[in-house]
T-cell receptor
Framework: KAGVTQTPRYLIKTRGQQVTLSCSPISGHRSVSWYQQTPGQGLQFLFEYFSETQRNKGNFPGRFSGRQFSNSRSEMNVSTLELGDSALYLC??????????FGPGTRLTVL | AQSVTQLGSHVSVSEGALVLLRCNYSSSVPPYLFWYVQYPNQGLQLLLKYTSAATLVKGINGFEAEFKKSETSFHLTKPSAHMSDAAEYFCAVLGGSNYKLTFGKGTLLTVNP
């Protein structure tokens, strides 16, 4: 069974731009979660989707948004990028919430 | 609310020595507990998880962890370290109805030849 895939793997943007990251979960998994990883803050939860509905949200500003499609694929969008948004963005999928399998991440650099 | 504390941001061992990475958790409900490993420039790989079955959990690559409710601990061990074990290790807790993993700050494991 294929693992969680994320595209693109690397991204360079400038301040003020917006970006969309994509995540394809493991086949059959309906829960997709997004995390931000930075050296200073560690791993922080962004949001979780289950069957196209946002089920939980972390403490991030409204510039961070996401959605999930009927095939469980998910996208997250960050608008009006700031330097502090530079991070590794990780997507994780699970059947429900009993165990989460992570993708390789998207490394976003904001210049 | 859940929280995780990993004692020691950096642990250094010799090849062949015991690996012990410490994790203490706080959870208002019976938790699910996880250990992940992260190699440079990669995502997180699940090593093992505790889901209220056996308290001693065996994972991949020879790692195991023991859930001790009385100590609210879930320490990760491996009898004999290998050079390929050098990586960052994260303990995480999933509890309640908020469907999110709460991670510790991570422990960087160095293995010396």
């Amino acid at each position: 069974k294929a693992g969680v895939t994320q595209t693109p793997r690397y991204l360079i943007k400038t301040r003020g731009q917006q970006v969309t990251l994509s995540c394809s979960p493991i086949s059959g998994h309906r829960s997709v979660s997004w995390y931000q990883q930075t050296p200073g803050q560690g791993l922080q939860f962004l949001f979780e989707y289950f069957s196209e509905t946002q089920r939980n949200k972390g403490n991030f500003p409204g510039r961070f948004s996401g959605r999930q499609f009927s095939n469980s694929r998910s996208e997250m969008n960050v608008s009006t990028l700031e330097l502090g948004d530079s991070a590794l963005y990780l997507c994780a999928s699970s059947l429900d919430s009993g165990g989460q399998f992570f993708g390789p991440g998207t490394r976003l650099t904001v210049l | 609310a859940q929280s995780v504390t990993q004692l020691g941001s950096h642990v250094s061992v010799s090849e062949g020595a015991l690996v012990l990475l410490r994790c203490n958790y706080s959870s208002s409900v019976p938790p699910y507990l996880f250990w992940y490993v992260q190699y440079p420039n990669q995502g997180l790989q699940l090593l093992l998880k505790y889901t209220s079955a056996a308290t001693l959990v065996k994972g991949i690559n020879g790692f195991e962890a023991e859930f001790k409710k009385s100590e609210t601990s879930f320490h990760l061990t491996k009898p004999s370290a290998h050079m390929s074990d050098a990586a960052e290790y994260f303990c995480a807790v999933l509890g309640g109805s908020n469907y999110k993993l709460t991670f510790g700050k991570g422990t960087l494991l160095t293995v010396n030849p």
